[in-house]
């Protein structure tokens, strides 16, 4: 089976940096480049959204509340996908997933799209 690993959560003060990194096992990397890959967070109360997507040829979208501010990029010989977080906000606060899709998700941001799921990293802007 595919496994996602998270780390780099964390607490830290508003306007600090926080870099996410999620590990893929089970890929070599070449089928890791062509997996389409995501980053959601959920805060408690709050359904789980989309923060950021990078596709196969390293194409990359963000939600409009990140955009600036976090950066989504991969390493394909490492298997890792990472998201650098700069200027986070107290709403930045939720536990942080990644995901994968070996196709191209029609909706970069809707959960549904991904098939492969990490257990999430905590991250708490205060």
């Known amino acids: 089976d595919v496994q996602l690993v998270e780390s780099g959560g964390g607490s830290v003060q508003p306007g600090g940096s926080l870099r996410l990194s999620c590990v893929a096992s089970a890929y070599t990397s070449s089928t890791f480049s062509r997996y389409c890959l995501g980053w959601f967070r959920q805060a408690l109360g709050k359904e789980r959204e989309g923060v950021a997507a990078?596709?196969?040829?390293?194409?990359?979208s963000y939600a409009d509340s990140v955009k600036g501010r976090f950066t989504i990029s991969k390493d394909n010989a490492k298997k890792t996908l990472y998201l650098q977080m700069n200027s986070l906000k107290p709403e930045d606060t939720a536990m942080y997933y990644c995901a994968a899709s070996r196709t191209k998700p029609w909706l970069w941001y809707r959960e549904n799209g991904y098939t492969y799921w990490g257990q999430g990293t905590q991250v708490t802007v205060s």
């Open positions: 990078i596709d196969a040829e390293g194409s990359t």
